[in-house]
């Protein structure tokens, strides 16, 4: 199973960052896409890319809103380009991207859209212009120019060209949807190659997960085993676990949250944790998103702290990440240490994390 690390974006200290994660042992870095909040994804991968040699690197998570679907193609294949094969396209509905422009995630059926046009692009293939939905008031259709010949579709050719032989990082890029929500699941399980769960580190509601994705696609003839599966799991190492919580718990309100983000949990989910989903939705700040001394942040229980992320000693993280590779996983994204936890507790896990934690899960 491999072990990833999330972060923000930011092109001054990236390639530092970069540096530091592959020394350390971890297998990939994921930045949010969040453009009102951090720098631009694609700037600080591909400066990682050109002061790395080995780990993996990619967005955890862009949307389909921000950017049109061949913009995105085109941005994290150049990154690919860049770092001879290593990069993954992470995407979801959206979250804070969206919120800072006075919008919720998007809809189901332009999601859905956007995924298949989104992998058509990647893999070198033509999105019909009836079909890319920029609205006639905003850019009429080209029709409109009476011109003397025109491209009959929408396609990337230097992707297309790239993909029929070309040097290392020229294979197409793979997509990685990050779901909680059945729905979602479901349409992952068709459209991408993996799909990342924001389900917590609960190995009932991971289960459930993938039973959910390989029954979507065996009804939909496809093989059930031909898709892979990771999870976006909130991890603080730590020998006093009061402190080992303090370090995840603004990180966890936000993956928590979208369990529960339209009203009704999501997955298997005890009364008592219904409760403290309930109250983080209906006291979530957007204003303090992922931070540890947030409104938000004091909703969650210890209980279900322990439950959702992983906190503890070395030996402790390791059993749980074990747990999490026995279901079938081959991929866990980590997010620790967020604004508003200690600085030491965070410097503490991170050494315990590289020197423990990491060599055993190898």
């Given amino acids: 199973m491999e072990l990833w690390i999330t972060g923000v974006a930011s092109a001054r200290g990236v390639a530092r960052t970069a540096q530091e994660i592959e020394a350390a042992g971890w297998e990939g870095m994921l930045v949010v896409d969040s453009q009102n909040l951090s720098g631009d994804p694609y700037v600080s991968l591909a400066l990682a890319a050109t002061v790395t040699t080995r780990i993996g690197l990619g967005t955890g998570v862009t949307n389909s809103v921000t950017r049109h679907a061949a913009a995105t193609a085109t941005a994290i294949t150049s990154v690919n380009r860049i770092s001879n094969g290593r990069a993954v396209l992470g995407i979801g509905r959206g979250d804070s991207a969206l919120a800072h422009l006075g919008r919720a995630p998007a809809r189901l059926a332009q999601f859905e859209r956007y995924l298949r046009q989104l992998q058509l692009?990647?893999?070198?293939?033509?999105?019909?212009?009836?079909?890319?939905?920029?609205p006639a008031d905003v850019a009429p259709p080209l029709s409109a120019l009476h011109l003397h010949d025109a491209p009959p579709a929408s396609r990337i050719g230097w992707i297309a060209e790239g993909l029929k032989g070309g040097p290392k990082g020229s294979g197409k890029v793979p997509v990685e949807v990050a779901a909680s929500g059945p729905k979602v699941i479901a349409m992952?399980?068709?459209?991408?190659?993996?799909?990342?769960?924001?389900?917590?580190a609960d190995t009932e509601r991971?289960?459930?997960?993938?039973?959910?994705?390989?029954k979507t696609r065996k009804d939909a003839g496809l093989d059930p085993d031909a898709i892979a599966f990771g999870a976006y799991v909130n991890l603080g190492c730590h020998s006093d676990?009061?402190?080992a919580r303090g370090l995840v718990r603004g990180g966890l309100t936000t993956f928590a949250r979208f369990s529960v983000m339209h009203g009704k949990a999501n997955?298997?989910?005890?009364?008592?944790?219904?409760?403290?989903?309930e109250k983080l939705r209906s006291n979530y700040d957007m204003r303090k998103h992922t931070q540890g001394d947030s409104r938000q942040a004091g909703t969650l229980t210890d209980d279900f702290v322990d439950r959702f992320a992983i906190v503890g000693s070395p030996d402790r993280c390791i059993e749980r990440l074990r747990s999490l590779k026995a279901?079938?996983?081959?991929?866990?994204?980590i997010s620790g240490g967020m604004r508003g936890a200690s600085a030491e507790d965070a410097t503490v896990s991170k050494e315990l994390v590289a020197r423990h934690v990491l060599p055993a899960m190898h």
């Fill in 327 to 333: 279901l079938g996983l081959d991929k866990v994204a």
């Fill in 188 to 200: 992952a399980a068709l459209h991408a190659e993996r799909i990342m769960f924001t389900l917590g």
């Fill in 206 to 214: 991971l289960a459930w997960g993938i039973a959910l994705a390989k």
């Fill in 241 to 243: 676990v009061a402190a």
């Fill in 267 to 277: 997955g298997p989910v005890s009364t008592g944790d219904a409760a403290v989903l």
């Fill in 121 to 134: 692009y990647l893999a070198g293939d033509s999105v019909a212009f009836d079909d890319i939905d920029i």
